[in-house]
């Protein structure tokens, strides 16, 4: 299974599109959510808007009306993809994310950051393939995680990307555990090659983001880009696992998919309280 195709593009809106949209309807007729932290909401938000974190949508979701057009905001555009995907598998059928975010909003750049995509499957893939996937984005990931370690080098922040290398090391292996026991093939060292026919593992890494495309958009980046855009990686992390828990048929394969989960949950809420602390130093004591 082709990394490169197993993500659906999430739905997004310029700045200018909804400063448009919004300035022709009534509040009551839109959703407007930021999905940024308190803090970051209380330090300037969009008039209207509403504030629901990233890592509180998925359990917030019927506080939201389905029948109306979502826009999901928040600082650059990564946060608010993760939570476009959200609703998209919600059965949202109107939400989309505002490109560069509020950044964009107040005309602070052009564009956003890469382009994520939500997780697909047609229901015709061997777990096998599921699981082959799951560790080629691992790896991309951790390709990721370590280039930012070393980029970040001094940086309390360096200390949380090296950890969180060694956390998808953990993750591959325990793949290549769920590989064997789904296969059947107790003397997988590996995933086999076969499975990466046509794309090389860990070009790519969840959301469906090409490694060499997210270094070269946090060049000239500050932590807090680097922050925004891997608390994004690591919801997309979590969201996948969540699908390919329930299309596992082996209750082994289920709960280690349960268990990767909760670890990727783990891992997205250090990044938010690390975020939070950088730009609220209070609120870390």
Request: charged content about 25%.
């Amino acid at each position: 299974m082709d990394a490169t195709t197993a993500f659906r593009r999430i739905p997004t809106m310029s700045a200018h599109e909804v400063k448009d949209l919004l300035s022709g309807k009534n509040p009551g007729e839109y959703n407007l959510i930021d999905v940024r932290q308190p803090g970051e909401y209380e330090q300037g938000h969009i008039p209207g808007s509403v504030l629901i974190p990233l890592g509180e949508l998925a359990g917030r979701v019927k506080e939201v009306d389905r029948t109306l057009p979502t826009v999901l905001y928040c600082r650059s555009g990564n946060r608010s993809r993760a939570a476009a995907a959200i609703l998209l598998d919600a059965g949202f059928s109107h939400a989309v994310s505002m490109d560069g975010g509020i950044q964009a909003w107040k005309g602070l750049v052009a564009g956003g950051p890469p382009e994520a995509g939500m997780a697909y499957f047609s229901g015709k893939e061997r777990p096998e393939e599921l699981i082959a996937l799951a560790w080629s984005l691992e790896e991309g990931s951790r390709r990721f995680y370590a280039a930012m370690a070393g980029s970040l080098a001094g940086q309390e922040a360096a200390g949380l990307f090296q950890g969180l290398v060694q956390a998808e090391d953990h993750h591959k292996a325990a793949l290549v555990g769920v590989y064997r026991e789904v296969s059947e093939d107790t003397s997988a060292a590996s995933i086999p090659p076969r499975y990466f026919a046509g794309s090389a593992p860990g070009a790519v890494m969840e959301g469906g983001i090409p490694v060499e495309k997210a270094l070269d958009w946090t060049r000239g980046k500050g932590v807090n880009d680097v922050l925004d855009l891997a608390i994004a990686l690591e919801s997309h992390a979590y969201d996948l696992y969540v699908k390919m828990e329930r299309a596992m048929a082996s209750e082994a394969a289920k709960r280690a998919f349960q268990v990767l989960a909760a670890e990727e949950k783990v891992h997205l809420e250090r990044m938010v309280a690390m975020l939070d602390k950088r730009r609220f130093p209070d609120a870390g004591q």
